[in-house]
């Protein structure tokens, strides 16, 4: 089975503080995606990365940046967290055209 | 226009009946679909794809393409109130796009 794990559940941080959500995964899918999901409003995508230190803006990138080193870590990061970024954050893994797989989610609440 | 229009529901089935949830979608070059169930306060789990024309069958879930329609289904069979779940339909051209999801409800 497709493991993609995110390395919090439950993250509360302070406004403007730099704030790192991390996600593994472990079968050697070449895509990875950042979502956030707030109610009412869907998933909506954040960055994408198709390969090894390649990155794309996906429908809300502002205020967030994407790391890909190795292929199976894909980091978000809030560069000055604001409340508005409070959320449920959810990464998933994908090979080419196949479905996506999503880590457990982490909630997000900057205070 | 959405890519992925779903009906946000919800959709309310009493227990055993068959719940029915559609999706229609934009771009006629889609090629292939998904369906997902998402817990509340949890994340979307895969429960089917389908990439060619008409019927899937897994279980108590039944998937129905019809790309000249430009429309997906999702039929579940013999509802339980465990099924009771917002379900995402997600189709994909180049791109991946989510539908904003249907709310089922399950009543006993």
């Known amino acids: 089975d497709v493991k993609v794990t995110q390395s919090s559940r439950y993250l509360v941080k302070r406004t403007g503080e730099k704030v790192f959500l991390e996600c593994v995964q472990d079968m050697d899918h070449e895509n990875m995606f950042w979502y956030r999901q707030d109610p009412g409003l869907g998933l909506r995508l954040i960055y994408f990365?198709?390969?090894?230190?390649?990155?794309e803006k996906g429908d809300i990138p502002e205020g967030y940046s994407v790391s890909r080193e190795k292929k199976e870590r894909f980091s978000l990061i809030l560069e000055s967290a604001s409340t508005n970024q409070t959320s449920m954050y959810l990464c998933?893994?994908?090979?080419?055209?196949?479905?996506?797989?999503f880590g457990d989610g982490t909630r997000l609440s900057i205070l | 226009q959405k890519e992925v229009e779903q009906n946000s529901g919800p959709l309310s089935v009493p227990e055993g009946a068959i719940a029915s949830l559609n999706c229609t979608y934009s771009?006629?070059?889609?090629?292939?679909f998904f369906w997902y169930r998402q817990y509340s306060g949890k994340s979307p789990e895969l429960i089917m794809s389908i990439y060619s024309n008409g019927d899937k069958e897994d279980g108590r879930f039944t998937a129905q393409l019809n790309k000249a329609s430009q429309y997906v289904s999702l039929l579940i069979r013999d509802s339980q109130p465990s099924d009771s779940a917002t379900y995402l339909c997600a189709v994909n051209f180049n791109k991946f796009y989510f539908g904003s999801g249907t709310k089922l409800n399950v009543k006993p």
């Open positions: 771009d006629r070059g889609s090629q292939s």
């Open positions: 998933a893994s994908s090979l080419t055209n196949q479905p996506q797989h």
């Open positions: 990365s198709y390969d090894v230190k390649m990155k």
